[in-house]
């Protein structure tokens, strides 16, 4: 168990719907991140917090997508229209801050989502 | 972002020790080398991380080379839960993680 909880753990939508996904980080993590993994690929970055900043977000990121992290403590993921295409398992980290790589990060088990 | 290779899979027989390559010739001297494992239908699991000495910790250990342009990753003793992708990640000068398609691990019986 990291810690690091997921809701829902699965999703089906129809094409056109939105969608919201929350993630709770460890407690004293001030880091967040979401990425993005399809069937078969590794994990792609979507975007990161420091507290309730938004830091860096990846091209991948369309404006269908829209993260938010109040207060710095749980993050919420939104998608907007959706299209069979976002069918993905959405995945969440934290960590502690600090100097780049100097700390691992954890994960989530995931939100898997299928349009349909 | 710097780019590392590993060999697409690898297979060991339960309890023997697995070394894991990893090549990273273009590593800055601020990346740190993770490693972490995905087990199927789990998110990625943390492994070990270090910048230019070895490294232990309970669940296995990192060898890096003197030059930093490879590491392993070793396994003591294989058990079937250890059967995952492996993925070799440098991380400096950016938050995100970048992962490649890694090793995967076949535990043998």
């Known amino acids: 168990d990291t810690g690091v909880s997921q809701d829902p753990r699965h999703k089906i939508t129809k094409r056109g719907q939105n969608v919201t996904f929350r993630c709770d980080p460890i407690?004293?993590?001030?880091?967040l991140y979401w990425y993005r993994q399809t069937l078969g690929q590794g994990p792609e970055f979507l975007t990161y917090?420091?507290?309730?900043?938004?830091?860096?977000k990846s091209r991948l990121l369309s404006d269908r997508f829209s993260a938010e992290r109040p207060k710095g403590s749980f993050s919420t993921l939104e998608i907007q229209r959706t299209e069979q295409g976002d069918s993905a398992m959405y995945l969440c980290?934290?960590?502690?801050?600090?100097?780049?790589?100097?700390?691992?990060?954890?994960f989530g088990p995931g939100t898997r989502l299928t349009v349909t | 972002d710097a780019k590392t290779t590993q060999p697409n899979s690898m297979e060991s027989n339960e309890e023997e020790p697995v070394h894991l390559p990893c090549n990273h010739s273009?590593?800055?001297?601020?990346?740190?080398i993770h490693w972490y494992r995905q087990l199927p239908s789990q998110g990625p699991e943390y492994v070990i991380h270090?910048?230019?000495s070895n490294v232990n910790n309970r669940m296995a250990s990192l060898a890096i080379a003197e030059d930093r342009k490879s590491s392993t990753l070793i396994l003591h003793r294989a058990t079937l839960r250890d059967a995952a992708v492996y993925y070799c990640?440098?991380?400096?000068?950016?938050?995100?993680?970048?992962f490649g398609k890694g090793t995967k691990l076949t535990v043998n019986p």
């Open positions: 273009t590593i800055s001297g601020t990346d740190y």
């Open positions: 980290a934290s960590s502690l801050g600090g100097t780049s790589g100097r700390y691992e990060q954890y």
């Open positions: 407690s004293e993590h001030n880091r």
């Open positions: 270090g910048l230019t």
């Open positions: 917090f420091q507290n309730e900043a938004q830091l860096e």
């Open positions: 990640i440098l991380q400096g000068g950016s938050e995100k993680l970048v």
